[in-house]
């Protein structure tokens, strides 16, 4: 990923925010064919490793022992140039925040399987009670994968190259229509 310096995010704990806040990803890995597969899904993060699941009939159910790229998107917008003091010097743009994990696939056993469902379970539907037929059915059609991360890159592209009060401009704008996202310019604005 493209990540001019002052875009740069290396703390792992801010990696970690993005990646816990935003777990609906994207698994990108080169198929055997040599062409890029993507798939959209749940990722968590368990300790320092990603765990995740795809369909058995997904052709990333076939990772296992090798590598892939998973994308997490936090908030982002649109922003204009009319937000900014003097709107005719600049050109649209879109403020983002992003973290690229890179590492190596392991396929997990059954029983390993069985409880990255149930992380995914706990975190997004804990009063879903499911009966062991049905459960012992879905963990039949998955595979279920760890990610080891060997490379984390994270991107804030929150108008830091913009003067204080340009960003400031913006952050107001997208306090009212994007509040997650001026949220993170606060933040960063805070440090810079």
Do not use: C
Not at 19 to 44: K, N, Y
Not at 60 to 88: C, E, M, Q
Not at 91 to 112: R, S
């Amino acid at each position: 990923m493209y990540r001019p310096p002052y875009t740069r995010a290396d703390d792992p704990a801010v990696a970690h925010e993005i990646i816990d806040g935003h777990p609906f990803a994207t698994l990108v890995s080169v198929g055997p064919d040599g062409e890029p597969l993507a798939s959209h899904i749940p990722v968590l993060r368990q300790e320092e490793h990603l765990v995740f699941h795809v369909a058995r009939a997904n052709p990333h159910a076939a990772l296992a022992g090798g590598r892939a790229l998973v994308i997490f998107n936090g908030p982002d917008a649109y922003v204009s140039p009319t937000w900014y003091g003097k709107p005719a010097e600049h050109v649209p743009t879109w403020n983002y925040v992003a973290v690229h994990v890179w590492g190596g696939i392991a396929a997990l056993t059954d029983e390993e399987s069985a409880a990255a469902l149930n992380l995914l379970v706990e975190r997004f539907e804990a009063s879903w009670t499911v009966n062991v037929v049905l459960r012992e059915r879905l963990l039949g059609a998955i595979a279920g994968f760890r990610l080891v991360p060997d490379r984390i890159e994270t991107k804030l592209k929150l108008s830091q190259n913009r003067d204080e009060l340009d960003a400031v401009r913006v952050a107001e704008v997208l306090r009212r229509n994007e509040p997650a996202l001026a949220t993170w310019m606060r933040r960063v604005l805070q440090r810079g």
